[in-house]
C-alpha cells in the first residue's frame, strides 16, 4: 500500500469516526431532552411521502450545501497559510449587499449582467478581507481579533445601508427592508433539468441553484491554485515557516495579503446563489450564519475541495434535518449540539490521525535506514 493512499484512508477513517462519535455523545444529549434518539435520527431521513415532497426536500439540502461549500473554501485558502479568516462572514454579507445594490441598478444583457455582479460581489468580498490583510502585516494586528471585529463592523452597516441608502422603492405603508429588485437579467437560470431528466417533478419555489456550477468552478479552481501552482506552494510556504519562505525569495508579507484578499473574493459568492436565485435582492432576511459553518466545514473537510464538498453536504443534510425534528416535536437545537459535536470531534481526531501518521511516517523512515526491521514499519 502506498504511503499517500495509507495517509489518505487514516486520515479518511479519522473523519468518519469523528462524525460516529459526534452522533453518539448527541444521542445522550437527545436523551437528557426527553427524546429519542432512534426517532430523532429517523426524523433526519425523512424526506417526506410525495415525490414532490421528497424533490424539494433535497432541493433544499442540496442548495443550502452549494453555499457552505463555498464558505469553506473561502476559509481553507486562509488556512492553507495557517490565516484565520473568521472575517468570512462579515465579507460575505458586505459582497451580497453591495452586489445586489448595483445589480440593481443596472440593466444589461443576461451573461453581462450575471457577470457584472458575481464580478461586484468578489471585488466587494476581496477589498474587506484586505483590510485585515493591512492591518497584520503592516501593524502586526492578529487576524483572528481584527475579522471578529469587522464582522460586527459588517452586521451593522449592512443593516444601515438596506435600511437607507441601498433600499429600495418604498411602499405606501410599510418601509423598505431590501435593496431594489434585480432585473430579469440578473436572474440566474436554475438547474432543474438535473432533476427532471430523471422522470423527478420539478422542485416548487425557487428549484435547484443553477449556481451549483459556479460553485464546482470555484472549487476546481482553488484546488488548481493551491495544488498545481508556485503560488499555492508559495502560499503553504509561507504558512509552514516564513523565514523559510524568505530565504528562498518568497515575501511572506505579500503572500500573506494576496491569500487573505482571495479567500475574500470567494467568501463574496457564498450569498450569491440565495440573491441571484432566490430572493433576487438583500434583504433583513437574507441568510446569515454561512460564514461561521463555513469554519467547520473547511475542518471537516481537511481544506481538500473534494473533503470540503462532503463536508458541505453533512452539514446542508443537518441543517435540512432541522425541519422534521420540530414536526416529530425534537428540539432543534440538536442539530446545532450535532454539528458543535462533529467540530469538537474533528479538532480531536485529526490530531490524533496526525500523531498516528506521523509515528508511522518515523518508522517507516527509520526501517529504509536499517534501524528497526522494515517488518515493523509496515
Known sequence: ??????????????????????????????????????????????????????????????????????????????????????????????????????????????????????????????????????????????????????????????????????????????????????????????????????????????????????????????WLLLERTRFGFEVKASGMNSDAAVASGVDPRRMVISAMVLSGMVAGLIGLPEIMGRNHNYGTSFTAGLGFLGIAVALLGRNKPVGIALAALLFGFLDRAGTPLQFDGIPPAVVEIIQGTIVLMVVIVNEVTRRIVLRWEERRAAARLGEVPAGAAA
Open 1 to 222: 500500500m502506498g504511503a499517500a493512499l495509507r495517509r489518505t484512508l487514516i486520515t479518511a477513517a479519522g473523519v468518519v469516526v469523528a462524525v460516529l462519535i459526534a452522533f453518539a455523545v448527541s444521542s445522550i444529549a437527545i436523551r437528557v431532552a426527553g427524546a429519542d434518539p432512534f426517532a430523532a435520527i429517523a426524523a433526519m431521513f425523512d424526506f417526506g411521502v410525495r415525490p414532490i415532497d421528497q424533490v424539494d426536500s433535497v432541493t433544499y439540502w442540496i442548495n443550502r450545501s452549494v453555499a457552505l461549500f463555498i464558505a469553506g473554501l473561502a476559509v481553507a485558502v486562509g488556512f492553507r497559510m495557517n490565516l484565520f479568516n473568521i472575517g468570512v462572514e462579515g465579507q460575505y454579507r458586505m459582497a451580497a449587499l453591495v452586489s445586489a445594490f448595483v445589480g440593481g441598478q443596472v440593466l444589461l444583457p443576461a451573461p453581462i449582467h450575471l457577470t457584472v455582479i458575481i464580478v461586484v460581489a468578489m471585488a466587494a468580498g476581496g477589498l474587506y478581507a484586505l483590510v485585515p490583510a493591512l492591518l497584520k502585516v503592516y501593524r502586526g494586528v492578529n487576524e483572528v481579533i481584527s475579522t471578529i471585529m469587522l464582522n460586527f463592523v459588517a452586521i451593522g452597516l449592512a443593516a444601515y445601508l438596506v435600511r437607507g441608502p441601498f433600499s429600495g422603492r418604498r411602499e405606501a405603508g410599510r418601509l423598505a427592508t431590501a435593496t431594489p429588485e434585480l432585473p430579469p437579467s440578473g436572474h440566474f437560470p436554475d438547474a432543474n433539468f438535473l432533476i427532471t431528466m430523471f422522470g423527478l417533478p420539478a422542485p416548487r419555489g425557487a428549484g435547484l441553484y443553477g449556481f451549483i456550477g459556479v460553485a464546482l468552478v470555484a472549487g476546481l479552481v482553488i
